[in-house]
Nanobody
């Protein structure tokens, strides 16, 4: 049974940093594409960053230069390092995984999801 458990969310002032974690179990981690998505109230869930099994990454234009998506294969943990946070980054952040070739940012490409962790950035 695939399980993705996020942690690390919280409240921070604009310009600050947070690191989210996603502990994965029940999947052949090294063969999966994993990603981070976010959903703000009243908005669609959008892709933030993704990493393929070969380490190739992509990220959304809105977070380029501010967010990175490191992965610890030994511990089966995916991270989202968020720097220079802005109020518009406020959202519920979700970890996702699936057996995909290459990194992806489309929500419908992923079948496995975590429960989410809230990030709130105040101005």
């Amino acid at each position: 049974q695939v399980q993705l458990v996020e942690s690390g969310g919280g409240s921070v002032q604009a310009g600050g940093s947070l690191r989210l974690s996603c502990a994965a179990s029940g999947l052949p981690y090294s063969r999966y594409c994993m990603g981070w998505f976010r959903q703000a109230p009243g908005k669609e869930r959008e892709g933030v960053a993704s990493i393929a099994s070969d380490g190739t990454t992509i990220d959304a234009d809105s977070v380029k230069g501010r967010f990175t998506i490191p992965k610890d294969n030994a511990k089966n943990i995916l991270y989202l390092q968020m720097n220079s946070l802005k109020p518009e980054d406020t959202a519920m952040y979700y970890c996702a995984a699936d057996y995909l070739i290459g990194p992806r940012l489309l929500r419908d490409d992923f079948h496995y999801w975590g429960q989410g962790t809230q990030v709130t950035v105040s101005s």
